[in-house]
């Protein structure tokens, strides 16, 4: 019985490949495209515009206090009304990324906020420019308390990703839906599923650690 | 100078600039005036400073000492009144203030030297990237500097690895790499331990006689009476009173600058 599943698991191989591929896919695209527009956002957010940091504070907070379910399904089924017609792929990148973007948005900001107001005195005085004030002072600083967080929201976005299976696209969640309508062994499956997200993230977590060592080794903290 | 409350349109005559001389001073306040809130900051400061003169502002906790040298670069703005540095109007939208901040030398109490790079990164970072120099050039410049705070062997140190005094000299060498026209320093030594501010002030006295502008917010009344031309004393906001150090600190005009002076030269 067991070892049946087992053979019928090893045969649905290729379809599962296939979901971890989506799943890696999807979560590569959106996390790359929301950590530059997260970047830019969280500048944005702590610049001297008030009405744009405003505009950019209310919208984050819109979506970081919504379900992102509900956020994937207004873009997929809701727009179309709209005449905005979006194939399931694109809509799960604009969501995910759109969701990305908000929360490095504010932990850039927090990052950029952290960084004491000297040091911002210290770079107008010599008379750097806004984005060589932010390039070569503010945001190297504001990396070491933006990195690990950061890293840990990718792990988040990339199992968020799981979500994209409501609008039918084939990612590794999805082919666990799939698979288990032929081997009826959800522990087993769904098991496997989390292997798979794990698989992904691990490496990341372990990213994040070697990231963290590096930047306190850069900052000429003295080792204790 | 200030001590007679002129207005800031008769400033012409207020005999600040040589007679017959149009030349306005290399930093030139004409009446200004700062509030923060309610609190009126900054008082109708007239004062002017010439090219290569030294001088020393000093005054009690929140006098606005620091605020005054703050609005030279546009650190702090002003309410009214007119500030002209090296010529430009600062606050005038004309003003290119980036431009005009590389002429202009900042030093903090606090040193504020970016604790990522290295103290030879912090003198030669804005040399590279604002005055464009190639950074070979820029970085022999910067060991130059170094070496003349007496850091040469402390090119490659971070922040973190260097004492106050040692964070400070930097700081000077950061702010000479851009050859600036004018050094402001806002309470070089405060935040110092005592053995540590003979090293900031002798570097200090070096770049006086090399005959920098220089505005020294600062109660060192030892630096004060070596190289200043002009002490300023002020309080509530406003220059009550100045002069050469001598006259200063061994004749003080009014009963504030006596209550002051015997308050920081009791010890």
Redesign the interface.
Known sequence: MIWQQFLSLAGSYPLALRGLGMTIVLSLISLALGTLLGFGLGILRTGGNRLLSGVIGAWVDLIRGTPFLVQIFLIFFILPEFGIELDAFTAGIIALTNLAACFICEIVAAGIRSV?I??V?????????RW?RMH??VL??AMRIVLPPLVGQYVLLIKDSSVVSAIGLTDLTRVGWLVVQRVPNGLLVFFLVGVGYFIVCYPLIMLARRLERRMGA?????QL | MTSNPKGPNDYDQSGMTQPGLTKTGMIDFRGVNKWFGALNVLRDITLSVEPREVVVVCGPSGSGKSTLIRCI???ETIKDGHLIVDGQRVGDPATNM??L??E???V?Q?F?????K?ALENVT??PI??RKIPRAEAEQAGRVLLAKVGLADKVN?????LSGGQQQRV?IA??LG?RPKIMLFDEPTSALDPEMISEVLDVMVAVAEEGMTMMVVTHEMGFARKVAQRVVFMDAGAIVESGTPDEFFSHPKTDRSRAFLSKILRH
Do not use: D, K, W
Request: aromatic fraction near 8%; charge should be neutral.
């Open positions: 004491p000297g040091q005195e210290a770079a107008l005085a010599s008379g750097l420019s060589q070569q002072v190297p600083q850069a900052h000429g903290e003295v | 670069n546009g650190l980036t431009q901040r590389t202009i030398g900042f903090f606090s504020n030297l970016y604790p990522h290295t970072l804005a990237h604002v140190a971070y922040p973190a690895q700081a950061r702010c851009m």
